[in-house]
């Protein structure tokens, strides 16, 4: 039972942590989820390239520029998703370690934008 519990919370995937949030705590695990976004571009023409994580490594989907036929590229860190970004960044729940800190209250201001886009789209759909 314990040993479940343990890898229970080991392999949490904070699936209940909002992504509209720069970071809230998990309620399923208690950590401190940052939200963090990545941007992968082309490092010849500089254009965005559409993207994923695999293990957890940022990969462009496709192995060369559809802009220009380069296969180098660069990852970006984004400091807030706008709507535009969002069909090209990359997502990861990053733990913030609680170690040395002490506790504060966070208040987290939702992108009323990137809601209310998303609210289209369920219209949509
Ligand atoms: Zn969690
Ligand atoms: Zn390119």
């Known amino acids: 039972m314990i040993l479940d519990f343990f890898k229970q919370k080991h392999e949490c995937h904070h699936n209940r942590v909002p992504l509209d949030v720069e970071e809230a705590y998990c309620p399923d695990c208690g950590e401190l989820i940052k939200n963090k976004w990545y941007l992968v571009r082309c490092a010849c023409c500089n254009i965005k390239r559409s993207a994923h994580s695999e293990y957890n490594e940022i990969k462009p989907d496709t192995k060369f520029c559809s802009n220009c036929g380069g296969t180098d590229f660069y990852i970006e860190e984004l400091q ?11 997502h990861k729940k990053v733990i913030i370690p609680q170690k040395g800190y002490t506790t504060r209250q966070v208040w987290v201001e939702k992108d009323e934008h990137l809601l209310s886009e998303k609210k289209l789209i369920g219209v949509r759909d």
């Not at 998703?81 to 969002?86: A, L």
């Open 80 to 90: 807030s998703i706008n709507f535009v970004d969002v069909h090209y960044a990359v």
